[in-house]
T-cell receptor, first 113, second 113 residues
Framework: EPEVTQTPSHQVTQMGQEVILRCVPI?????FYWYRQILGQKVEFLVS????????KSEIFDDQFSVERPDGSNFTLKIRSTKLEDSAMYFC???????????FGNGTRLTVT | AQSVTQLDSQVPVFEEAPVELRCNYS??????LFWYVQYPNQGLQLLLK??????LVKSINGFEAEFNKSQTSFHLRKPSVHISDTAEYFC???????????FGQGTRLTINP
């Protein structure tokens, strides 16, 4: 069964550094998402992406965050200047039918020191 | 604003016993409802969903959930659990037409032999 692939599985970065989290969605999917889960807290929506543009974003997704689909297969989340509170598990998801059938990756654990 | 409450953070049960994981939501509009399961070191997997029609929905591995509009609930049940059901279970809601899921805080289901 096709799956969403995220790399790396664990990323450690220093506060203030830029980080890029990478995702390869399922190939025929058209909707792409990023969610995050801070340790011990709920899974939170960050952003949805469709037709090469952001379709919805949360208040968490401020100017420090950006998403890109650079080559038709990858879907990336960039954090420009990381803060300690950005430490979390980041999940990428894709779908061919919007929120009705999301497929999640295994996540990237981001640790900001 | 939407919210999801999973009343139990942990539920320990014995193998072959029945289980109910509770989920209540709040929303001012029509919704889609979901249960996701997360096995250790894996991403979120869709277990079952309510979109419309019959209020009782079932998964292939014996779980079922019933949408109760008057009580704004979507509790997950299984009549007889197995060791392999040990995982974290997340309830989620989406407004129809929206592009984001709002998750509950998760319930850790532990099956004891």
């Amino acid at each position: 069964e096709p799956e969403v692939t995220q790399t790396p599985s664990h990323q450690v970065t220093q506060m203030g550094q830029e980080v890029i989290l990478r995702c390869v969605p399922i190939s025929n999917h058209l909707y792409f998402y990023w969610y995050r889960q801070i340790l011990g807290q709920k899974v939170e929506f960050l952003v949805s992406f469709y037709n090469n543009e952001i379709s919805e974003k949360s208040e968490i997704f401020d100017d420090q965050f950006s998403v890109e689909r650079p080559d038709g297969s990858n879907f990336t989340l960039k954090i420009r200047s990381t803060k300690l509170e950005d430490s979390a598990m980041y999940f990428c998801a894709s779908s061919e039918a919007g929120v009705m059938a999301l497929h999640f990756g295994n996540g990237t654990r981001l640790t900001v020191t | 604003a939407q919210s999801v409450t999973q009343l139990d953070s942990q539920v320990p049960v014995f193998e072959e016993a029945p289980v109910e994981l509770r989920c209540n939501y709040s929303s001012s509009v029509s919704v889609y409802l979901f249960w996701y399961v997360q096995y250790p070191n894996q991403g979120l997997q869709l277990l079952l969903k309510y979109l419309s029609g019959s209020t009782l929905v079932k998964s292939i591995n014996g779980f079922e959930a019933e949408f109760n509009k008057s009580q704004t609930s979507f509790h997950l049940r299984k009549p007889s659990v197995h060791i392999s059901d040990t995982a974290e279970y997340f309830c989620a809601v989406s407004d129809r037409g929206a592009q984001k899921l709002v998750f509950g805080q998760g319930t850790r289901l532990t099956i004891n032999p």
